[in-house]
Every structure is written in C-alpha cells, then in structure tokens.
C-alpha cells in the first residue's frame, strides 16, 4: 500500500518561498515517476511538476522559473521548491508517485494520494 506524506505549506506572502517535501512509503521510488498537483478551491487538480525516475522534469506554464523539483532516492522523498510565490499559487498541493509520465504530462496513479499540503499566498 502506496503511503505518502506531504509537508511544508503555510501561509506566506507575495514573493515569498516554501520548500514542500513528500515522503513516500510501499512503493520501490526509485523506478517510479513522481508528480506534484495542485487544487485551489473550485478548481480541478492540475499538474505542477514532474520529475521522472531519470530526472527529467516537467513543469507547468505557470510555475516555469519558479518552482523546482527534485527528489532524493535515499530518502524515498521529493521536494518542490517554490519561489517568487503569486496568490494564485493558493492551493492544496498533493504529490502522486507512480503515475505515467509521457509526452511531458503526468497521469497520476489512481489510489497513490496523500494528504495534501495547504498553502496560501497573501499578504
């Protein structure tokens, strides 16, 4: 059973930074895709970041230039670093491993949720 759990969101103002993390558990990491999504109030779920098992990464329009992820192996852990935060950042972020990563898009593994992490953009 796929257990995953994110930290690292707050409240933060315009500009400003968060470091999210996502440990992951009964799943071998390593060979595994692993994508971070995000759903603000009224909103479907939308991809942020994807880094594959290789290390190649994908990113949102949105987020190109501000946001990196990265992922340690060692610790069965992925980070999305998020920097020059806009209030349209606002969302709960979820990290999803073990998804389908193809043609630059993410398609998430079903049942391979965690909790998801809030973060807010305000000043």
């Known amino acids: 059973q796929v257990q995953l759990v994110e930290s690292g969101g707050g409240l933060v103002q315009p500009g400003g930074s968060l470091r999210l993390s996502c440990a992951a558990s009964?799943?071998?990491?390593?060979?595994?895709?692993v994508g971070w999504l995000r759903q603000a109030p009224g909103k479907q779920r939308e991809m942020v970041a994807v880094?594959?098992?290789?290390?190649?990464?994908n990113y949102a329009d949105s987020v190109k230039g501000r946001f990196t992820i990265s992922r340690d192996g060692a610790k069965s852990t992925v980070y999305l670093q998020m920097n020059n935060l806009k209030p349209e950042d606002t969302a709960v972020y979820y990290c999803?491993?073990?998804?389908?990563?193809?043609?630059?898009?993410?398609?998430?593994?079903?049942?391979?949720w965690g909790q998801g992490t809030q973060v807010t953009v305000s000043s």
């Open positions: 999803n491993v073990g998804g389908t990563y193809a043609h630059g898009t993410y398609y998430p593994r079903l049942g391979s």
């Open positions: 009964g799943i071998t990491f390593s060979i595994n895709a």
């Open positions: 880094i594959s098992s290789g290390g190649s990464t």
